[in-house]
């Protein structure tokens, strides 16, 4: 009889205690893909908000730019980039309604070429998107604080220069930035308002998803010397410093508690392979050498958190599956978007779902055999058949 069908034997002997085995496992595989999942998922909400809302995909601008964001660092003449680009001028602004002043950061944008890279053009849930100079579109949650409706004036002023636009739409993004503090006017107006030749403050240029890392590496080898590119986690500031600390503390986390799964089930074999010396002593005698014993035991060690593991990744991938189809989060995350406005967090979050997470997993079953053999299996390979009939 071979050591797998005498192992599996075993496991089945005990079917109360490997089922007990198998829930601990289950418990352990959920959680190492949920969280694995929900940690990606994360991840993947915000180069989202800020690839395509917030911020852009790479940004180009001036080193001096990227220092100190004032327009008198912007660009004076538009350095060639062969992938889909737009210029963009940020400038800070009072913005007086009839009735409120706020301050905030204003985007000049080519309202057309605006199209290619943002969604937020897409999102104007009253009115419309900007066509021409003389207009302003506002994220709707600060059109309420500042108490402007469509149709409206409202002034920019930068302390230099002050121009009135009408308000032309209204944006519901989902993203906080852009709804609570989004304000976009016509690149020739930004221009206008800044004056002293400033073309931009920065080029937004296209980059396909998981590529803009490797895009703004490439280009900082091939722009203008001054200029730096930067990729979108580079772009989103505090929040990527909160997303990495949330990965370095789970992920640790997540190994601890497979490690406690394994000695769970090592010490429940220990305990098992305490009890069976005598059977053991017979299997030796028989001519069972004591390494395949030893082989023997973490093979059960393996069977009993592979039945777990197996179970557990049918759990939790259902349990993956039906939260990245539906918002489950969405009440959370608009709590969060209300308390960080500025964070640059989306209203809606949905976990990731990637066949890698098994992998990871598995490593309960890994862990589980390996300590079996270092401590029951060690065991087996110290005692005689003497020792073993006196059961020491």
């Given amino acids: 009889m071979s050591l797998l069908r005498l192992a599996w034997r075993n496991v089945l002997r005990q079917r109360r205690r490997t089922a007990l085995l198998s829930l601990v496992v289950i418990y352990v595989t959920v959680a190492v893909l949920f969280l694995l999942g929900f940690l990606d998922g994360y991840g993947e909400s915000l180069v989202e908000a800020y690839a395509r809302y917030v911020e852009a995909p ?35 602004a009072l913005f007086r309604s009839p009735y409120r002043t706020e ?9 057309e070429g605006e199209k290619v890279l943002s969604r937020v053009p897409f999102k104007v849930a009253t009115g419309r998107w900007l066509q021409g100079p003389g ?35 209204l ?14 006017l016509h690149l020739e107006d930004a221009r206008r308002l800044v004056g002293r030749g400033v073309l931009a403050t920065h080029l937004a240029v296209a980059a396909p998803r998981g590529r803009e890392e ?22 989103m500031g505090p929040i990527r410093a909160d997303y990495e600390g949330s990965r370095l503390l789970y992920i640790p986390l997540l190994g601890l508690f497979m490690l406690l799964a394994a000695i769970a089930v090592t010490s429940t074999v220990y305990v098992s392979v305490r009890e069976r010396l005598r059977e053991f002593a017979v299997a030796e005698s028989l001519g069972l050498a004591p390494f395949r014993l030893a082989g023997q035991v973490a093979l059960e060690a393996a069977l009993a958190s592979g039945l777990g593991l197996v179970l557990g990744l049918l759990l939790g991938y259902a349990l993956l599956y039906y939260t990245a ?14 308390l960080l406005p500025e964070s640059g967090l989306s209203e809606h979050l949905y976990t990731a779902l990637r066949p890698q997470y098994a992998l990871y997993a598995g490593g309960v079953v890994a862990l589980s ?8 299996g060690r065991l087996l390979l110290r005692m005689g058949v003497p020792q073993y009939l006196k059961g020491e």
């Fill in 171 to 184: 944006v519901r993004a989902g993203v906080g930035n852009v709804d609570f503090a989004g304000v976009y």
């Fill in 369 to 376: 055999a390996l300590l079996a053999l270092l401590f029951p």
């Fill in 135 to 169: 207009e302003v579109v506002l994220g709707h949650r600060l059109a309420e604080r500042l108490d402007v409706r469509l149709g409206e004036r409202l002034v920019l002023e930068t302390g230099r220069e002050a121009l009135g636009l009408q308000v032309v739409g």
């Fill in 325 to 338: 189809t539906h918002d489950v989060f969405g009440p959370l995350m608009r709590l969060s978007v209300e």
């Fill in 214 to 235: 490797a895009l703004a590496r490439t280009l900082n080898h091939t722009l203008p010397q001054g200029l730096v590119a930067k990729g979108v986690w580079d772009l």
């Fill in 103 to 111: 301050g905030g950061v204003a985007l000049g944008v080519d309202p």
């Fill in 58 to 92: 790479v940004a180009v601008a001036k080193g001096e730019w990227w220092q100190d964001p004032d327009p008198e660092h912007g660009l004076r003449a538009l350095p060639p980039i062969r992938e889909p680009h737009t210029p963009r001028l940020a400038l800070y």
